[in-house]
Nanobody, 124 residues
Framework: QVQLAESGGGLVQAGGSLRLSCAASGRTLSSYYMDWFRQAPGKEREFVARINRSGGSTYYADSVKGRFTISRDNAKNTVYLQMNSLKPEDTAVYYC?????????????????WGQGTQVTVSS
């Protein structure tokens, strides 16, 4: 069993930066592909970024490419999401999710564990 806990959310002005963390307990994260998702009010949860088990490969949604960076520190059992040049449309609850297998899509059923989420609010 893995417990995921996100932190680092908050209120920031447009153009600002935040760094989210997803800390795992219970088992090592190094066996999992790690993704970040977000859900804005009234919208479906959407994929944001993915990192493979070693951290050597990353993938981003077009909406965040060039502004967000996903990384991981397996020794610390933590995954990060550095968010720069934030926009009001980035406002959402951000979730991390762990998958023990690779899937080419982002259906929620593919993920073994989810965090509780952290709120990010970007003011204009």
């Amino acid at each position: 069993q893995v417990q995921l806990a996100e932190s680092g959310g908050g209120l920031v002005q447009a153009g600002g930066s935040l760094r989210l963390s997803c800390a795992a307990s219970g088992r090592t994260l190094s066996s999992y592909y790690m993704d970040w998702f977000r859900q804005a009010p009234g919208k479906e949860r959407e994929f944001v970024a993915r990192i493979n088990r070693s951290g050597g490969s990353t993938y981003y949604a077009d909406s965040v490419k060039g502004r967000f960076t996903i990384s991981r520190d397996n020794a610390k059992n933590t995954v990060y999401l550095q968010m720069n040049s934030l926009k009001p449309e980035d406002t959402a609850v951000y979730y991390c999710a762990a998958s023990s297998s690779y899937y080419s899509d982002y259906r929620e059923g593919h993920y073994d564990y989810w965090g509780q989420g952290t709120q990010v609010t970007v003011s204009s």
